[in-house]
């Protein structure tokens, strides 16, 4: 996520990063996809393609990007 540092390790896949914005984020992210794919599947052509998309980068963008690590 936006510079965020990430494990090679398998056995550290399943743990919480260690900055908890980056697990905030990454449950809005999960939210905003499952609400958005829902909304595709549920109501097709309310939402086309192209509006999916845009929605999905505007929220992408409002990520911010990594902090600098001390």
Known sequence: MRGQPTTSRIEDAGLPHPDPEVEEWAGVLHTF???LASQ???T???VGPETAKDLLRSLLHAVPPAR???
Do not use: T, Y
């Open 40 to 42: 595709l599947v549920n």
């Open 33 to 35: 996809v499952d609400g």
């Open 68 to 70: 600098p690590s001390n």
């Open 44 to 46: 097709p052509g309310a």
